[in-house]
């Protein structure tokens, strides 16, 4: 907290942190994502996407389509044709330099 607090008074942000960008990992521009927020977002859209008429589930999430119907979504949304790009890299031994200008696929979705 400390940093980050020496981080805003060096910026002259202290009084008004808000959209303080301080991530050096991946740059998101305002409004924008993280991996996290998006993974939440389909997550929660495939939950409200197995909901039908009056809340009865079309199939249940438990099931094996469901988890795969989940597992297509997040494929979808962060696989080698998404904006993350393939995984693993073409080098995985390369670093890139950082923070990325764009997103970051985090541990989760690897």
């Known amino acids: 907290r400390g940093a980050f607090h020496t981080k805003l008074t060096k910026a002259?942000?202290?009084d008004n942190?808000?959209?303080f960008s301080s991530n050096s990992f991946y740059v998101v521009p305002v409004?924008?994502?993280s991996c996290?927020?998006?993974q939440l977002l389909e997550v929660a859209g495939h939950i409200a996407a197995a909901r039908i008429g009056g809340g009865d589930p079309t199939e249940p999430l438990d099931s094996s389509a469901g988890k795969a119907g989940l597992v297509d979504r997040l494929e979808t949304a962060f696989?080698?044709?998404s904006r993350y790009g393939p995984y693993p890299p073409a080098d995985p031994d390369a670093r890139p330099?950082?923070?990325l200008d764009g997103p970051w696929r985090h541990g989760s979705i690897k």
Do not use: D, I
């Open 17 to 19: 942190p808000e959209f």
């Open 31 to 33: 409004g924008g994502q």
């Open 12 to 14: 002259g942000r202290l």
């Open 36 to 38: 996290y927020g998006e």
């Open 79 to 81: 696989g080698p044709g």
């Open 97 to 99: 330099s950082m923070p």
